[in-house]
């Protein structure tokens, strides 16, 4: 029986844990306490436009939201980790007690010397090869589990990153609205975006506040 894995299923999850969190593993933006900004920029047709940015990467860091959906896939990930090296554990002793008397019968095999002998071992033999189907039907089931954790984690990773991106979404639009902002620029490490802006147009310390007092109601229903 070919040696366990358990190698590949821990750097898939792994892999998408980084993707997850890359943002929070990154060296955190904590918010620069400010009062609440108003900055206007005059246009050409003499219509006075409110403006304001936001680092994405602050919020994202500092978002309660992201917080508890790191330790819920962190929880996720060991569990399913534990999971497979118990099963793994199990299978490699199978496998060792099934080698043991697999020697010990190919001694006594090599001893044989009579048609009578033969037949009296058939029975271990018999019993030899049922043990190796069951070994490797376990073995099959352990693959089997193995690939469908990582999928069902990839999946989780998939809901979890769109509901926290549909939530900012819609709370940026809320926001702007209900500030009366006509334009919210966006400032990330990632994208680029807002390469320079003053202090005065930077609201993301008010963001990160209205956003989890936001997310603390939702969470209590």
Do not use: H, W
Not at 2 to 31: G, H, R, W, Y
Not at 142 to 170: M, R
Request: aromatic fraction near 8%; charged fraction near 30%.
């Amino acid at each position: 029986m070919k040696k366990l894995q358990t190698i590949a299923f821990l750097i898939a999850i792994s892999l998408i844990m980084n993707s997850v969190l890359s943002c929070t593993d990154s060296k955190e933006n904590k918010p620069n306490p400010k009062t609440k900004k108003e900055a206007t920029v005059q246009s050409s047709d003499t219509k006075a436009l409110k403006i304001a940015f936001i680092d994405m990467d602050s919020v994202s860091n500092n978002y309660d939201y992201q917080k508890d959906i790191k330790a819920l896939l962190e929880s996720k990930q060991n569990k399913a980790e534990s999971t497979l090296k118990a099963k793994e554990k199990a299978l490699q002793e199978k496998y060792k007690s099934f080698q043991a008397k697999a020697t010990a019968f190919q001694q006594k095999a090599s001893k044989i010397r009579s048609e009578a002998e033969q037949a009296a071992l058939q029975p271990e033999a018999n019993a030899l090869k049922n043990e190796e189907a069951s070994i490797a039907k376990l073995e099959q089931e352990y693959q089997t589990e193995q690939a469908k954790l990582t999928q069902d984690f990839q999946e989780q990773f998939a809901k979890y990153t769109k509901e926290f991106n549909d939530t900012i979404e819609v709370f940026l639009k809320e926001y702007g609205e209900s500030n009366g902002y006509d334009l919210l620029l966006g400032k990330s490490s990632a994208t680029g975006g807002v390469l320079y802006g003053k202090d005065t147009y930077d609201i993301t310390t008010d963001v990160i506040e209205a956003l989890n007092e936001r997310y603390k109601t939702y969470k209590k229903k």
